[in-house]
């Protein structure tokens, strides 16, 4: 417990010097990035107001400015100005000039040669001295402004209400800044002296390397320095014309019109980069120039070429921006085509493409490609390119080596003429780029409104954006390969139809497949680090088993366990398979839907009980055949002794002392005939009911013959009206059967133990749903069954229509799925109709179809094809 205390200090306390460091790196990033703000300011400000106005704003991101002032010492007229000043209760005033004589903490730093840095204690002392002027602050630094070793004035901060407000740092970072202030006034003194005098002026300029400049309020030029023929341009000739005259494009001389009439307007100090034809950028200061009454009459410019700086300027904003796409890409495709928009930019190119070189076929094709509009024809993505043999040896080399390929017109002609002048190419660039397949990629420009020579340096920041490229492909294709894999593999997880669920030693869910999703009627991401039991509560019992899976590294589960599913019970088996990775602990539960096969397997075993009695009741049909057959002969017999006028008859009478005449009127008035007649009549439907059952229960054969429709139907119904399950709970007879037969049909090619197996189950279940809405006989309504036979082209149709509740559409939809029952467990199977089906379509080559309305019963269609 000690030890991990211990640790527990150990890490706070490098968390904490490490919370230090970055705090100490952020700050002095702020300190950099302010230093570079002023740096910045005082080389392009020209107005001292703003410069100081400029300084003001970078210094309050670093310390708390309440109060701040910049003193000017004026030695010939003894005075101190105050060309600026901010206080936070008077805000920006002007400061009336003061005597230098007058004791003032300002001259006390001026004299003193250091900055000085007062408390309260320290104010409170000079204020008794009468060495402070006005309110007496609360906390007061002042530093002084050094030019040539010559203190020209004070820069000060403080504060009114706050004596705790600066610390040391702060004053060694005011006069740090000090000293910038002091080199922007030593700037602009030079300035004014410098135009103080013209020809002072003229002779500077005319050595600058800058491009000096003088313009009117017409924007016509005064003068031009003879720098600007680094730009083949002679200043004579730009003399008197202002840039439209001079041949610029509007959109350069509208910027350039723009920012010098803004220098008129504001009488302040302006500031513009552009980038010139000449493939030159300019950074252009324009400084106003005043008459005597303060009024602007020129602006004066000068335009130093920063080509080199902003070329590595734009090249790492570039690069910047194309790692930025690399790295935050999900797409291929439109990773490529930022890069090659940000590419195209950056070399201010016609076109930049990346694609496919195929060796063999001696053909490239373009997959990403960005035009500048107008340059050229469009190379449009998956353009295929034909190469020349000299062509494809070329870049077969240049892959190999993996460096950089320049060609001009006259080589690119040389290499593809044909695609030289279809895409107009005047100068291309290209680098081979190595990913991790089996082709050759290709990046490049080209340059096709004139011949362009890339520096050394274009190409070695070409060779840069090439190697992101490659670096971003090889991961962008790495990403799609293990997302292809991925899904690839959860296509197949998905496609299983088990449900899996992936759960940790913790038994919080990792993983889901869609078939689990849709158990539990939930998506992984929110169930993801749920507990087990929280979503699938009916695992629980589970629980035990799975801790034993991940123990024991031995596969588990359990079969066939029930489960209420909407109000049905299903069954399930549970199979537990432990997670074989040493380090990651957890299981996969898979789950499959059983019922059906629970189902089959008692349907089954029904089955094979129904054979054996479908065996038994054929050999006791066989057995009662023989007596009811003995029976009949007998009561014929019988009836031939007692009633028929044969010779024996009339001698036996006459033997026992009576006639026949007697006889026959002794059995007559004890209605023996009758009786007689019924025993055959029984015996007949006996007899019938016997061979309509072996007939039924026969083992199908799978042997069609023709078969009369009519005759088969009225045998299956007379069958159902002997059914055991019917008669036990409602008496078929008591149901109207209406035969409406076509007798003109012909026979039909079937197997008739079949057909009549489908009739069967259609009045079965006809009779229940009838029965259940009537309820038994004698009710005012009456169940019935219209039956009717008819020819409907090259088939027999057959329409058994019931007067019973009717079902909705979604149970006519499912009425001929297996399995499929409105019944109770106990009283049907859900196969009925689903075999049914099967016989007519799959086995009779037929149609079997159902048209029910609500509370108006059902009607179904079979039809069957005429051999």
């Known amino acids: 417990m000690e030890n991990n205390n211990s640790h527990i200090r150990k890490l706070e306390h490098a968390l904490g010097k490490l919370q230090n460091e970055v705090r100490d790196l952020e700050y002095a990033e702020k300190i950099n990035q302010v230093f570079f703000d002023i740096s910045n300011a005082v080389n392009t400000t020209i107005d001292l107001e703003e410069l100081y106005k400029s300084i003001h704003e970078s210094l309050k991101k670093l310390l708390p400015l309440p109060n701040f002032f910049i003193s000017i010492m004026d030695k010939e007229k003894d005075l101190l100005y105050f060309p600026y000043h901010e206080d936070s209760l008077d805000g920006s005033t002007a400061f009336d000039p003061r005597s230098y004589k007058i004791p ?40 002084p402004l050094f030019i040539s070793d010559q203190v020209i004035g004070v820069m000060a901060m403080y504060s009114n209400d706050d004596p705790d407000i600066f610390t040391k740092q702060n004053m060694d970072l005011f006069v740090s800044i000090s000293n910038q202030v002091a080199l ?69 001389a509208n910027h350039w019109k723009r920012e010098i009439e803004k220098v008129f307007v504001t009488k302040k100090t302006g500031r513009s980069e552009f980038y010139l034809p000449q493939g030159v950028w300019l950074d252009w200061l324009l400084c106003p120039e005043f008459s005597s ?39 291929l495709d439109a990773m490529l085509d930022n890069v090659l928009n940000e590419v195209q930019k950056a070399f201010l190119c016609d076109r930049v493409w990346i694609g496919h070189f195929n060796m063999n076929a001696h053909e490239f094709e373009v997959l990403n490609e960005y035009d500048f509009p107008d340059s050229a024809r469009i190379m449009d993505r998956n353009t295929k390119v034909q190469m020349s043999q000299k062509a494809v040896n070329e870049i077969s080399k240049l892959a190999e080596s993996g460096g950089i390929c320049v060609f001009n017109q ?162 399930e088996n549970i199979t537990i398979y432990p997670l074989v990775d040493e380090i990651i602990k957890g299981a996969v539960i898979r789950i499959d839907e059983v019922t059906e096969q629970v189902r089959l397997e008692e349907m089954m075993i029904q089955s094979e009980k129904m054979l054996s009695v479908g065996g038994l009741a054929a050999g006791m049909a066989h057995e009662i055949n023989n007596p009811l057959a003995g029976m009949m002969q007998n009561a014929q017999v019988v009836k031939n ?110 197997e008739a133990s079949m057909i009549q197996q489908v009739i069967f189950n259609i009045l079965k279940n006809g ?84 048209e029910s309305i609500p509370e108006h019963g059902s009607t179904f269609i079979i039809k069957l094809p005429i051999n």
């Open 767 to 850: 009779t229940e749903a009838m029965f259940g809405k009537f309820g038994n006989a004698g009710d005012e309504a009456r169940p019935q069954f219209l039956i009717s036979l008819s020819k409907e082209d090259k088939k027999v149709c057959i329409e058994i229509q019931d007067n019973g509740p009717g079902m909705s559409d979604d149970i006519a939809k499912r009425v001929f799925d297996p399995f499929f029952t409105t019944k109770g467990p106990d009283q049907g199977t859900g196969l009925g109709l689903s075999v049914s089906y099967f016989i007519i379509v799959e086995n009779h080559k037929g149609e079997i179809t159902v």
């Open 410 to 571: 006259q080589e690119i002609n040389q290499l593809n003429s044909e695609a030289s002048k279809e895409y107009n190419i005047q100068s291309m660039m290209t680098l081979p780029i190595h990913v991790e397949e089996d082709v050759t990629w290709l990046f490049g420009l080209h340059q096709c409104n004139k011949e362009k020579v890339w520096t050394l340096a274009e190409q070695d920041f070409f060779k840069q954006i090439g190697q992101r490229i490659t670096d971003g492909l090889n991961n962008m294709l790495l990403h799609r390969k293990l997302r292809d894999a991925k899904n690839y593999i959860d296509s197949i997880i998905d496609s299983m139809p088990s449900a899996l669920i992936g759960v940790d030693n913790f038994f919080k869910i990792t993983e889901l497949n869609s078939k689990a999703e849709n158990y539990a009627g939930i998506k992984i991401a929110e169930v993801k680090g749920k507990k087990l039991c929280s979503v699938f509560p009916y695992l629980e019992p589970q629980l035990e088993k799975i801790t034993h899976a991940m123990k024991d590294q031995k596969v588990t589960g359990e079969t066939k366990i029930p489960r209420q599913i909407n109000g049905n019970l299903c069954y």
């Open 104 to 143: 003032s903490l300002t001259k006390e730093v001026i004299t003193g040669r250091e900055p000085l840095f007062l408390t309260k204690e320290g104010l409170k002392e000079r204020e008794k001295q009468g060495r402070v002027c006005g309110i007496v602050p609360a906390v007061w630094i002042g530093a």
């Open 184 to 252: 922007a006034i030593d700037r602009q003194y030079a300035i004014e002296n410098f135009l103080d005098n013209e020809e002072t002026f003229r002779a500077l300029t005319e050595n600058f390397d800058d491009i000096i400049m003088r313009f009117d309020r017409s924007y016509r030029h005064l003068y031009v320095s003879p720098a600007v023929r680094y730009l083949k341009l002679e200043p004579g000739k730009m003399i008197g014309k202002t840039h439209e005259e001079l041949g610029f494009s509007s959109d350069l």
């Open 293 to 331: 009454k303060g009024e602007v009459v020129a602006v004066i410019t000068s335009a130093r070429d920063i080509t080199n700086r902003k070329i590595l300027e734009l090249q790492r904003m570039s690069l910047n921006r194309i790692n930025q796409i690399i790295i935050s890409a999900t797409d």
């Open 641 to 750: 002794r007692l009633l028929e006028d044969l010779p024996a008859n009339h001698n036996t009478a006459l033997e026992v002392g009576t006639s026949m005449e007697i006889l026959k009127n002794y059995l007559s008035k004890r209605k023996i005939p009758e009786m007689l007649e019924n025993i055959n009549k029984a015996g007949d439907t006996a007899a019938t009911i016997v061979q309509n059952m072996l007939s039924f229960a026969h083992k199908q054969t799978g042997i069609k013959v023709f078969n009369n429709l009519p005759d088969l139907i009225d045998k299956t119904i007379d069958l159902a009206q002997h059914d055991y399950n019917l008669k036990k709970k409602y008496d078929f007879r008591d149901i109207e059967i209406i035969r409406e037969y076509d007798r003109n049909l012909p026979d039909i090619m079937c």
